[in-house]
C-alpha cells in the first residue's frame, strides 16, 4: 500500500509538473502570436511566430494555432512575393518566391473554414495574375481565373472575390486572351479540389 501511495503522488508530482509547463507555454504562444502580429503590421518580412516552448508541439496543439501560423507564414510569403519587380537581373528570384508563396498558399487553401479559403484562393489569383502580367503564359492565366473563380465558390459573400473575377474576365476578353471552356469548374492549379468542395468552418 505504500509503495501505491508513493507512485501516485510521484505521478500527481509529474502530472502537476506537466501542467505549469504547459501553461507556461501557452503564454507564450500567445506573447509570441501578438508580438509577431505588431511586426508583421510595421515590416511584414521580420515578423516571427516562433515561441520558446517547454513542450515541444504540444501547446500550439492545445491551442490549436498551427493553422492561424501557417496562413500568417502564407501571408508574409505573398507580400514578400508581391513587392518584388520583375527584371532582367531578378527573373529566377522573382519566380521562386512566387514558387514559395503559392505553395504554402495552396497549402492554406485546403482547410475547412470556406470563409478562409477564400481570401486564400484570391491571394493565389492575384499571384497568377502578375505572372502572367509578365509572361502572358496560357497556364497562369487558367490558373488565375480558377483561383477566382474557386474564390468565389468557396464564399458567395466574398464581394472583393467576386469583384476581382469579374475585373479579370473583362481585362483578358479586353485584351484578347483565351479563357478555357468551363475553367474554375472546381478544380485549381494542381487538381485540388477548390473552393466548393469544402465544409463550413468558422472564420480568421
Known amino acids: 500500500m505504500r509503495s501505491l501511495r508513493l507512485a501516485l503522488a510521484a505521478a500527481l508530482a509529474v502530472l502537476a509538473v506537466?501542467?505549469?509547463?504547459?501553461?507556461?507555454?501557452?503564454?507564450?504562444?500567445?506573447?509570441?502570436?501578438?508580438?509577431?502580429?505588431?511586426?508583421?503590421?510595421?515590416?511584414?518580412?521580420?515578423?516571427?511566430?516562433?515561441?520558446?516552448?517547454?513542450?515541444?508541439g504540444v501547446s500550439d496543439a492545445l491551442l490549436g494555432v498551427r493553422d492561424d501560423v501557417q496562413l500568417r507564414k502564407a501571408l508574409q510569403l505573398y507580400v514578400d512575393a508581391a513587392k518584388l519587380h520583375l527584371r532582367l537581373d531578378n527573373a529566377v528570384g522573382v519566380e521562386s518566391a512566387r514558387a514559395r508563396a503559392q505553395d504554402t498558399l495552396e497549402q492554406v487553401s485546403r482547410v475547412d473554414d470556406l470563409r478562409r479559403k477564400s481570401q486564400v484562393l484570391t491571394l493565389l489569383g492575384i499571384l497568377a495574375f502578375r505572372a502572367v502580367a509578365a509572361d502572358g503564359a496560357q497556364s497562369q492565366i487558367d490558373a488565375a481565373v480558377s483561383d477566382f473563380t474557386d474564390a468565389?465558390?468557396?464564399?458567395?459573400?466574398?464581394?472583393?472575390?467576386?469583384?476581382?473575377?469579374?475585373?479579370?474576365?473583362?481585362?483578358?476578353?479586353?485584351?484578347?486572351?483565351?479563357?478555357?471552356?468551363g475553367q474554375g469548374g472546381g478544380f485549381?492549379?494542381?487538381?485540388?479540389?477548390?473552393?466548393?468542395?469544402?465544409?463550413?468552418?468558422?472564420?480568421?
Not at 23 to 29: G, K, L, Y
Not at 169 to 181: E, F, I
Not at 196 to 202: A, I, R, T
Open 188 to 204: 485549381g492549379r494542381t487538381g485540388r479540389r477548390g473552393g466548393g468542395g469544402g465544409q463550413p468552418g468558422s472564420g480568421y
Open 152 to 181: 468565389v465558390r468557396a464564399d458567395p459573400a466574398d464581394e472583393q472575390a467576386a469583384y476581382d473575377l469579374e475585373l479579370l474576365l473583362r481585362l483578358l476578353v479586353a485584351h484578347g486572351s483565351r479563357v478555357q471552356s
Open 18 to 56: 506537466l501542467a505549469a509547463l504547459a501553461a507556461s507555454d501557452v503564454r507564450a504562444w500567445r506573447s509570441a502570436l501578438v508580438a509577431g502580429d505588431a511586426v508583421y503590421v510595421v515590416s511584414p518580412s521580420r515578423a516571427v511566430w516562433t515561441p520558446h516552448t517547454r513542450l515541444a
